[in-house]
């Protein structure tokens, strides 16, 4: 089946010698995989490879067998150039960091148009702003809405926040983040792109790191934490 469709790079693997295998997040078909032959084997190699970056949207028209196996792009183009991530290295540090986070725990291939939507409205924030210290601790605790784990605010005002089960409570428990993590915790949950600011010290954002991959560690089997997390911690220092 021949698909047109935006599509958000998650990763880019070599392939033998002259290939690569691109995993996207398309809009109209959730997570795919493609080949692309001889990427590195023509004099316009290095312009075709430019449009596999972590998180660039593309616009793509591609044959889609639906088999479980790797899908063929037809047509590539940039559909959303950036003007910033690609050559910002804190912006660039956060795209290959939450690509890799994207890359671990979207698996559906089916179409979830909101989470789409809010994928590509977060990046392209993030290309058009320079406060950017806190945008991944926002995309990690926004996407667990779309993964099902979100925390349960529904008992907010309680000192502790329990990991396993999701929820605040009352009294600490060994699963439980201590109350000084359970305020920052509630401090990232009520903060929005447009109003994250300078919310946090470096060494809160830290904390709140560790908290967050701890947290979809728990919540997501097969969960394994970014090559890239040392590179950030070390943009952010």
């Known amino acids: 089946m021949q698909v047109k469709t935006k599509a958000i790079v998650l990763s880019a693997l070599r392939y033998q010698e002259k290939s690569l295998i691109v995993k996207c997040y398309t809009e109209s078909d959730g997570v795919k995989s493609y080949y692309v032959r001889d990427a590195f084997s023509t004099k316009k190699s290095s312009q075709k490879n430019s449009y596999f970056r972590p998180l660039n949207i593309i616009e793509i028209e591609a044959i889609h067998k639906n088999k479980g196996t790797l899908e063929y792009f037809k047509e590539v183009r940039m559909a959303h150039p950036y003007y910033t991530i690609n050559n910002d ?102 903060l929005k792109l447009d109003n994250s600011g300078k919310a946090f010290h470096i060494s809160e954002r830290q904390a709140l790191l560790k908290i967050l991959l701890n947290y979809y560690t728990l919540h997501l089997d097969g969960f394994r934490k970014p090559k890239s997390l040392d590179v950030l911690k070390e943009v952010f220092s």
Request: glycine share 2%.
């Open 89 to 190: 290295i804190v912006k660039t540090t956060i795209a290959l960091f939450v690509s890799e986070i994207l890359h671990h725990c979207i698996k559906e291939e089916e179409k979830n148009q909101p989470l789409y939507d809010f994928l590509e409205t977060a990046l392209l924030w993030l290309d058009s702003h320079d406060e950017a210290a806190n945008f991944h601790l926002i995309l990690l605790i926004e996407i667990s809405k779309f993964l099902g784990f979100y925390p349960d605010s529904s008992e907010q005002e309680y000192s502790f926040f329990e990991m396993t089960g999701g929820t605040f409570v009352a009294y600490q428990s060994v699963s439980c983040l201590s109350a000084e993590e359970t305020q920052l915790l509630r401090r990232l949950m009520l």
